[in-house]
Each structure stands twice: as structure tokens, then as C-alpha cells.
């Protein structure tokens, strides 16, 4: 039935909080448990907003999957993007680097893929607003943030140089109510006094707002595009296939990283009883556990339950929640020390962006250039 012995087999779909906190659910159970990510690092998503404003740098708020999960010795990790689910067959159809292809049974099956940045329809919006879901959203965003200061300090004209120094954000949830504080905050402190043309502390925010599935399962998706489960995080007729984290809809539940996290222990779990023979009939329970944002330095809002806290005790608070919540004690050490030197001396170490394009290859998963092709690339890379 499996590939030691009389093991089930357990594929999780995602390494993001969902999927990693299965995986830890699932430590020292009698499973073989492959995790599949296309990304190598398990990623703090609620600080990549830091990362873009040159605060942290991409390696405090990330950490390797494999170091992760280097003392689970039933965890397999395979680096790969899934492109499909065989659910009759049940197989999990995957490409490797390079475009190999591959395939994973299972006896159960972690759905923990997360989503991808959704333009409601107008994907040709990609090109002029990133998202701010993986560490490459970040280092773009970092780019154009520093880099329109730059352009204006050039610019002749004072339209061009309005222009330039307004920023336009859509979605005032946590991450662009943050983004959004941010931007100010190192145009009003951190880079008030290195420009001689421009005066940094002119630029404008302004922020709007408007209010990866395994569909071979026919399974329903709500207007999001969210997978719509039971009570015990299953899809209809599929009891061994769960949907956890951002990409799973149910109770009108919210995209952050604390559902994320809980359906992922529910899921790993719900798999230890049922391994032990017992009918787990306990629904998941989702325990809010509030929500917090941070404005600027010294400037936070929190809520948990019925105690809410603004300012500078808000700020406190946010930043033990964050601390906390950060993988690994390497990166809470050096997001520490990183954020003594911001919020202390308007220091922002991780400014570094290049305007030339990295790399000749865009994606590993995809096929290695020819030589040819590859020097036509040179020859038309800024």
C-alpha cells in the first residue's frame, strides 16, 4: 500500500503555514508524508511588506523546508510544482526542475497550495501591480519603491516629479494599510535628508479598496475561486482530500495565517485518529485569535476579542504577536536586531535593488534555453 511497508501515505500540496503545520501534526505518526512545494523556503507572508520597504531582508523571512523538517523523519520534501490530481486514481501529477514529470499516490491528500494573486479578470494589471505573495513580489516591489525616488530626483519636470512620487495601492486590508504606513514612514524619516532635488517627504499614498484548485475533483469554488469543503475539511465525495489555508472556503473565513495554520493541525489530526481506527466527527473549529497592523514606527492597531490596543501599546503588542509567530530563532534574532536599527535610527539596511534583469532562465520548471536562444536573450536584457 505504501513505500515502506504497510505505511499510508499522506501528500501535502504547499509548504506555507497550512502545509507545514500538517506535516508537523503528522511528526511521528505511523505515515509517510511527501510535502511538494514549488519553492524551497517556507515563507512569513503577513512581514513581505518589510521586506519591500528595505526593513528586512528576504532571508529573515523565509526558511529552508528541508532544514525545517530535518528532524521529522517521516517527512519526505520534493521540490516541484503540481500541474494535476488523478482523484479516482488517487495520484498527485508533478513537475521537478528541469520539466521532469512525476507522480505521488496517496492514501490522503493535503490540499495547502495557497492562492495566486487574482486581477478579478484583468490579468494584463500584472505588468504595472505586483502582488505581495512571494519573496520575488517583494524584491519588485522594492525596486519601483526606491527606484521611483530615484527617477524623480532626476526629473526636470515638477509634474513628472508628482508623478513619480505618488504611489497607488489597492487593498486596504493588514498587508496594504501596512505597505501603505511603510512607504510614508521611509519617505518622511528614512529618506528625508539623502536627496538634494526632491524632497522625499512630498510623496503621496494613496490606497484603494473595493470591498490553485483541484478542480478534477468537481469540486465547487465560490466567487473567489476558493474551494468550498465540509465541516471536516473534505471535499464532497472525497473524504481522503482536504483543503486547508487560503485556497479552502468555508464559513466565509478570511485568507490570513491564522486559519491557515489551524486547518493544517486539524487536517494532520483528523489523519492521526483516523489512523488509529477511530471515526473523528469533530468539526473544524476555527478560534479567532484577533488581527493587528502596523502603521508606522511606534503606531499599531490590534484587536484580540474584546481588548483592543492602539499607538504605541498597539505597537508593542504587534511586535511580541510577530516575534513570535516568525520561523526559526535566526530570523527572530535578526528581524530584532533589524527592527532596533529602523524604529531606533530610521535605518533601513536591505535597500539593495538592481535594475537589471537576474538570470537568463525565468523559471526552473521550465525548459533550459538552447544556446542560441540564450544569447538572443543576452543581447535583449536591459
Known sequence: MSDQGNRR??????????????ARALKRAPVQVTLIDKAEHHLFQPL????????????KIAA?????????????FVLAEVTGIDAERRRVMATRPGRKTAEFGYDYLIVAAGV?????????????????KTIEDALVIRRRVFGAFEIAESAADPAERRRWLTFALVGAGPTGVELAGQIRELATKTL??????????????????GGAAPQATGAKQDRAGRIEVGPDLSVPAHPEIMVTGDVMSLNKLPGVAEVAMQTGLYAGRRIRHELRGEVYKKPFRYYDLGSAAYLSRGRAV??????????????V???????????????????????????????????????RQVGIVGDVYEEPPTQASAAAGSEQAP
Open 116 to 132: 495566486e494573486q487574482s486581477y478579478f479578470g484583468h490579468d494584463e494589471f500584472a505588468r504595472y501591480a505586483p502582488g505581495m
Open 64 to 76: 529552508s523546508l528541508r532544514a525545517l523538517l530535518r528532524k521529522h523523519r517521516n517527512v519526505e
Open 9 to 22: 501515505r499522506v501528500v501535502i500540496i504547499g509548504g506555507g503555514f497550512a502545509g507545514l503545520f500538517a
Open 317 to 355: 503588542v504587534w511586535l511580541f504577536i510577530h516575534i513570535g509567530f516568525l520561523t526559526g530563532y535566526r530570523n527572530r534574532f535578526g528581524a530584532v536586531l533589524s527592527w532596533w536599527f529602523a524604529f531606533t535610527r530610521d535605518l533601513r539596511r536591505e535597500r539593495t535593488y538592481t535594475t
Open 48 to 59: 513581505l511588506y518589510q521586506c519591500a520597504t528595505g526593513i528586512l531582508s528576504e532571508g
Open 192 to 209: 528625508r535628508e539623502e536627496y538634494r532635488h526632491i524632497k522625499p517627504e512630498d510623496a503621496r499614498v494613496l490606497l484603494f479598496d
Open 302 to 315: 490590534v484587536s484580540v476579542g474584546k481588548l483592543q490596543f492602539a499607538g504605541f501599546p498597539g505597537w
